[in-house]
């Protein structure tokens, strides 16, 4: 007898098409996909009118844990990810302490199999003289370096110091591009300003093409493989349609994609974050980039802070917004909409990120691989409310969008987690594993 089967599913084949049909989950495998299946199940799931999807891979988000749990924590964080769809994520180092030694990370890693949901991994964060370690620590996805301060205390901002990382090794380095000495600069600048949108001004175009030029110049010198996260610019996606090597990657997120400078005016700090929100004109740049395939995959880089910090005056508030449960509906609807195809959103929030973090076996339907899926309702449409969140933090700056694409039922390792807006009891994600 097999484990689980959804029956009379729209199933999301790799190549984009829908096969109406069953799929079968064993010992955590996908092991039957057909139009039929006549076999007995231990537990079966009526799919009719739904779509199975493989559970997307959030590539870029901050849990918080160790250090600030009062915003979320890694048990928090993995439930909001399940609710969203989301079946593995990678975890920023930007934790208190920071994760920045191979203790550190063991610590992350003996927490998370105690309470994580969802399948994780985590990033080594880069220090000017934590070189070996970045080289020798294991099991990481890649080295995180902040060219520019963000949340936390990780900062990698003088050339030399940079140069040095890209010089050694070979693993997938990581960076938030923004250039620290303008940023410094421009606060002082604009120290006469005290509302959100000042954040977009100070954190400026220039601040991420800068930062973005010198990472791809030196990538370039070593051939050594560079992911630029949240990609914000217009600058930025043009920087890579002229120059994007093999080894080079890029990242979007939602925010940056569907939030412009706008939405200070009815959102305040709220939608404050690193890198800023920009225009218009940006968004739709990034857009094109993805269709274009100069960027590869979206993440959400999740950042959950209260709204009680939230609603300090500009600057004391904290840059960041939470993601990781509306990503999967956000981009869904958009597919709804007409703005990409459902292939398109497969590949930038489930097969793209596995393969680019060399994660096996995840992010497509296929016999033999992971039962990592969600199923989703793409026949109804729910608005996004702060109260049905299950990040800690317990709010959305999409609140009141009405999106389609919610996940029913979110499986992981071929185990029901998330069942119509509760989580199952005593299920658990894994470590992930990155072949080198
Ligand atoms: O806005 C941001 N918030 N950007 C980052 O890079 C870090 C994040 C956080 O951890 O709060």
Redesign the pocket.
Known sequence: MTDLIIRNARIALPDGSLLEGDLACTQGKISKISAQLDMQARESIDAQGKTLLPGAIDPQV?FREPGNEHKEDLGSGSRAAVHGGVTSFLE?P?TSPPTTTQAALDEKLVRAAKKCVANYGFFIGATPDNLEVLNTVSPVCGIKI?MGA???SLLVNKEKDLENIFAHGSRLIAV?AENEQRINERQVEFSDRDTAETHSLIRDNECALLASELALKLSNRYQRRLHI??LSTKEEVALLRQDKPEWVSAEAIPNHLLLNVEDYHTQGALV????PIRTREDNEALWQGLHDGIIDIIAT?H???TLEEKQQPYPKT????PGVETSLPLMLTQMQAGRCTLKEVLQWMCSGPAELYNIKNKGRLIEGWDADLTLVDLGNKKPVRNEDMFSKCGWSAYAGWDLTGWPQYTIVGGQIVYDNGTIRDGVLGQALQFSE
């Open positions: 901050h920023m930007n902040f963000s949340t936390g938030h996260l949240h404050q974050m690193n890198p880089d950042a959950p802070h904290p840059s960041g917004m």
